[in-house]
């Protein structure tokens, strides 16, 4: 049987390269680690700079009711001038906007709900109520309506261009009134009759335009060519 003789100098070598290799790799590792840290801070910051609102304006005046990615209830108590009372048939000023209060520019969808709901202490949806009777006017000059995801009870509109970080977009709605075919019914409160009344409700959020059309299509499955 021979013998494998190693001498001092060879295992010292052998020992300082495996040292080498161990520390290049350590090395490796921790770049791949940095990068990828710093890829995910890079998208939490892109994420915080996106600061989207939605502004209501009637005649309460103007405010603002929701965030990005909030869907919130809207004319609460301000659709009516004061001392006048709500009038089926009437139409009244419903602006709808939103402003981009971040650092970055984006591109902005709205989603709009209308239906019908129990009036009597239990605001269940009405199902029966045709959402049609809530005459939303929607301004569709600076706006694309998704018809394929829009229904009776709900409209999605997509803002046409860029919304520059600091500005404000032109309204997607100008005014609402409860059909005239609704008259033979007995009001029972401001924005209600017959143990009835009217839900209108909204939600905005956005996507940067950065890569826009990655982000679009992985948040809302759509590209800016088809909506915008």
Known sequence: MKRIITSPVVTALL????AGLIGFGGVNTAQAALTINSRDFGAQVQLASINTSLVETNAGGSRVVAAEGVEVPLVEGTLVPDGEKFQIGKKYQEELTVSNDGAIDEFVRVTVYKYWVDA????IKKTDLDPKL???EFDTSKWTIDTEASTE?????YYQGTLAAGDETAPLTKSIKISPVTLGKVATGKYSY????FQLKAVVDAVQTHNGNDAMVGAW???YSQVG
Not at 120 to 123: S, T
Not at 194 to 197: A, L, N, S
């Open 134 to 136: 809530i005459e939303l």
């Open 221 to 223: 499955g759509q590209t």
């Open 120 to 123: 009597e202490g239990n605001p």
């Open 153 to 157: 009870e709900r409209t999605v509109l």
């Open 194 to 197: 017959e143990g009835v009344e």
């Open 15 to 18: 020992f300082v390269l495996a």
